[in-house]
């Protein structure tokens, strides 16, 4: 009887891996964030990193990996927000909510008719970078409206010229090479003729609940 089986094998894999690129990942875009930053904006790669995990890898991937780096961000770089009573308050599990919904939205744009393809990839980069943004500034708009300090809150035009963009712009360009990575040094192994979808069945979705 063998101990170490094939699944086995693919559940250690996509745990060292993931575990590596999460640590790897966190720590650039903390320790560097000059880098990658264009126009007042800075490239966000662990959110790109979540999506492309859950477009690649199916759902469970995008689930579970946005929800630990969404911790991980809590953890060291949580948001401040204004109270109602005006003092600075630390803000808890808004990393941990907005990359596992990033996760859950890039497993499920559309990834079967797709079939996962890379060009499409960045398309849904794009797509959920775009529904971060405007969730982002509506919620903050409407919680700096409430508490009385909007002063500092930029126009939707303004916003979208000088915030929207360069997210954009910064975020697809950070996927490429995180497309190659994913791809061809990532969690799940794509090598052979198999069909995208049947190896995430078999080690990429079900590879947590067996975890």
């Not at 590596?20 to 000059?34: C, G, K, N």
């Not at 002063?151 to 975020?171: C, E, H, K, R």
């Amino acid at each position: 009887m063998r101990i170490i089986t094939v699944k086995t094998k693919a559940r250690a894999r996509k745990i060292i891996v993931y575990a590596i690129y999460i640590i790897l990942l966190s720590s650039i875009q903390v320790s560097f964030p000059d880098s990658f930053s264009f126009a007042g904006q800075t490239a966000d790669l662990v959110f790109v990193f979540v999506v492309l995990s859950g477009y690649f890898n199916g759902f469970w991937d995008g689930a579970v990996v946005g929800f630990i780096c969404g911790m991980v961000r809590d953890a060291f770089s949580p948001p401040a927000i204004v109270g109602l009573d005006g003092d600075i308050r630390v803000t808890a599990f808004i990393g941990a909510f907005t990359l596992f919904a990033a996760g859950i939205i890039g497993a499920s744009f559309f990834t079967r008719r797709m079939h996962r393809n890379i060009p499409f990839s960045i398309v849904a980069v794009i797509f959920v970078t775009f529904c971060y943004k405007i969730a982002g500034y509506l919620l903050i708009y409407g919680w700096s409206t409430i508490s009385g300090n909007n002063a500092g809150i930029y126009d939707p035009f303004t916003a979208f010229v000088y915030s929207f963009l360069p997210q954009l712009l910064l975020n697809t360009v950070a996927s490429i090479p995180m497309i190659a990575l994913l791809r061809f040094l990532g969690p799940v192994s794509f090598k052979g003729n198999a069909n995208k979808d049947e190896i995430i069945e078999q080690d990429g979705d079900g590879t947590w609940l067996g975890i």
